[in-house]
């Protein structure tokens, strides 16, 4: 059975930083690419970052360009997000989901974990 | 506001059939990308529910069923069920901003 976990969320102050872990079990990670999405509390998914299987291929969405690093280690079977200069737009749940390629669909995605940016 | 435009609502009675459309533009739906659609049921991760335009995982039932025209995709949910009610949302990639996208999403409330 395929499982995302992901963990590390939490509370923070605007500029500080933060790092997010997905767990991954039950498949072949490194047969996979890797991404992130968010969800601002009542509103919309918005893809966050992208990350190919040997992290030879790696994008960005613009509203986090420059301040967010993603990366993984396929020994640890796990995805991370390093998240900098945190502002309070960038409060939301974020998701770590699988997928083949960047057009691919996410098949399957973590629970979430809540990252919260305010004084 | 996103680029790929769905209602923000739709609604339906036990056992009718509604459609929810995503609209898109000649650099993302139009120009042949995939649309992709998920379901979230409150207080959960989204999941998937069409991909590749008009397919179906294992284990979404066929009430469920996507399409695709022009720069327009559409899902269709046909019997119309109480636990059908989520929110429902619409990928897709644009190849002139590199981004992948997400529809703004539609709530289905099942009357």
């Known amino acids: 059975e395929v499982q995302l976990v992901e963990s590390g969320g939490g509370l923070v102050q605007p500029g500080g930083s933060l790092r997010l872990s997905c767990a991954a079990s039950?498949?072949?990670?490194?047969?996979?690419?890797m991404n992130w999405v968010r969800q601002a509390p009542g509103k919309g998914l918005e893809w966050v970052s992208y990350i190919s299987s040997y992290s030879t291929t790696i994008y960005y969405a613009d509203s986090v360009k420059g301040r967010f690093t993603i990366s993984r280690d396929n020994a640890k079977n796990s995805l991370y997000l390093q998240m900098n200069s945190l502002r309070a737009e960038d409060t939301a749940v974020y998701y770590c989901?699988?997928?083949?390629?960047?057009?691919?669909?996410?098949?399957?995605w973590g629970q979430g974990t809540l990252v919260t940016v305010s004084s | 506001q996103s680029v790929l435009t769905q209602p923000p609502s739709v609604s339906g009675a036990p056992g009718q059939r509604v459609t929810i459309s995503c609209t898109g533009s000649s650099s993302n739906i139009g120009a042949g990308y995939d649309v992709h659609w998920y379901q979230q049921l409150p207080g959960t991760a989204p999941k998937l529910l069409i991909y590749?335009?008009?397919n179906r995982p294992s284990g979404v039932p066929d009430r469920f069923s996507g399409s695709k025209s022009g720069t327009s995709a559409s899902l269709a949910i046909t019997g119309l069920q109480a636990e059908d009610e989520a929110d429902y949302y619409c990928q897709s990639y644009d190849s002139s901003l590199s981004d992948v996208l997400f529809g703004g999403g539609t709530k289905l409330t099942v009357l």
């Open positions: 039950g498949f072949t990670f490194s047969d996979y690419s």
């Open positions: 989901a699988r997928v083949s390629a960047i057009t691919a669909p996410r098949d399957y």
């Open positions: 590749g335009d008009t």
